[in-house]
């Protein structure tokens, strides 16, 4: 690790501050055979718990790609990381609140569609 | 993305370097260009925008009693008379992905200083951005034609179409900006804005390539958010 750092501190900046094309390429055929995957879950028709998580596998992995390499996120200081992930988990709180949220408004559309409101 | 250096100040890696970047009394993004964290900033804003919006979605979805319409069958497509699921939106994120992929190699040959290339790519992404508007449109003419209207629809459950329509067109919306502003970088790329040092956006300071790289997570964020609607709204 020492040695490489002190190659591109000698190297001009430009060239520092770049990637080889080769991780592009890798991660944009990853990022094609994940999308075909998905669409296949949809051309098998899985159902259930099957479906639901492999379609969150494969999102989550391709959000995850495409954050971490094309966006560089992979390669950017801490600080910014931290900054811009962990408000994510505000959504997954709100998340959460809806879902509780949307099953108590079926239960009750249901209840009162059977039993009948106002009176 | 670069490892950056600053005289005088010891850039620690990790959480460490986390905190004492945080705490330095300077700059926080320690390498980072001042436009690029405001766009991640404004990324960050738009990501809350689309999760209420998918969030609501699937509130909706979840408490109607009403069956919901099944998305394989509502926007399948008729490939040589056998009808396709899904056939449209596998081409829109085939479509997308290969934008976004382009735009990714345009950022790598901008930072190098290869304007040709950086051109050449950005003008490849601006197309594969018109693309996929072009058949979004195609996508909601289909469906209106059919009756998919915000308040009604002949497949199902009433809200599908105000679902639909507010969150493939605010992702349209995105896309159709994007792909302006890929036309007008292609421009200043191509007319050499940065070599000759013409002044950048919302500023009197230089351009630099570094507006590529903003450009580009952009348009990554519009991939990235069509990656959770495809997910969520086509695939559930």
């Keep these: 690790m020492e040695n490489t750092n002190n190659i591109e501190k000698t190297d001009k900046k430009e060239e520092a501050s770049t990637h080889k094309i080769g991780i592009y390429l890798w991660i944009w055929t990853l990022l094609f055979v994940l999308s075909f995957f998905s669409y296949m879950v949809d051309w098998y028709q899985f159902q259930g718990m099957l479906r639901w998580s492999l379609i969150l596998f494969f999102m989550f992995l391709k959000a995850g790609l495409i954050m971490a390499f094309f966006m560089h996120l992979f390669w950017e200081r801490y600080a910014l990381v931290n900054v811009l992930l962990w408000p994510m988990t505000a959504i997954a709180c709100f998340i959460f609140l809806m879902a509780a949220e949307f099953q108590y408004t079926l239960f009750s559309r249901l209840f009162y569609f059977v039993v009948g409101g106002g009176a | ?236």
């Excluded at chain 2, 005088?8 to 993004?29: H, V, Y």
């Design chain 2, 1 to 236: 993305m670069s490892e950056p250096k600053i005289d005088g100040f010891e850039l620690k890696p990790g959480f460490k370097g986390m905190a004492s970047d945080t705490a330095s009394d300077q700059t926080m993004f320690k390498g980072v260009h001042w436009g690029k964290a405001m766009m991640w900033i404004f990324l960050l804003s738009d990501t809350f925008v689309f999760s209420c919006f998918l969030i609501s979605y699937m509130k909706g979805r979840g408490s109607t009693p009403v069956e919901w319409p099944n998305p394989s069958e509502v926007f399948a497509l008729e490939a040589f008379g056998v009808p396709v699921p899904l056939l449209l939106i596998a081409l829109m994120t085939f479509v997308l992905i290969t934008s976004s992929g382009t735009m990714a190699i345009a950022v790598k040959y901008g930072y190098e200083k290869n304007r040709k290339m950086c051109g050449w790519l950005l003008l490849a992404t601006a197309l594969g951005g018109l693309t996929f508007v072009g058949m979004q449109a195609y996508e909601w003419s289909k469906l209106i034609h059919e009756g998919v209207r915000p308040w009604a629809n002949p497949f199902g459950a009433a809200q599908f179409g105000s679902f639909f329509f507010m969150i493939t067109g605010f992702h349209g919306f995105h896309v159709s900006i994007g792909v302006i502003f890929l036309f007008i970088y292609t421009y200043k790329v191509f007319a050499g804005h940065y070599e000759k040092g013409k002044k950048g956006w919302f500023t009197k300071l230089k351009g630099d390539y570094v507006e590529i790289e903003i450009l580009g997570l952009y348009w990554h964020f519009v991939d990235l958010v069509w990656v959770f609607i495809f997910a969520f709204f086509y695939l559930w």
